[in-house]
């Protein structure tokens, strides 16, 4: 068994989001949070499993961090 641990630092809003995006499709991951740190943890029977889900989830947060980004650029928090 394959376990990966990701660790994400950022403001409360950035992980808020990430979190809600993620959580809803990945039951299978465990997402624990503080006030400024979020772990991202699951785990894979093979290498290739483990590898396609770390990219899938990198991917994916980074994603979210570019509209986040652009959305905090254009003000469109209120």
Known sequence: MIEIEIRLRG???FLNLITL???PDYKDILFERTDDTLLVKFSADEITKAR???NTITR???SITDIYTLAKEENLFR
């Open 11 to 13: 403001d409360k809003e």
């Open 21 to 23: 995006s993620l959580k």
């Open 52 to 54: 396609a889900m770390f």
């Open 60 to 62: 994916l947060v980074q």
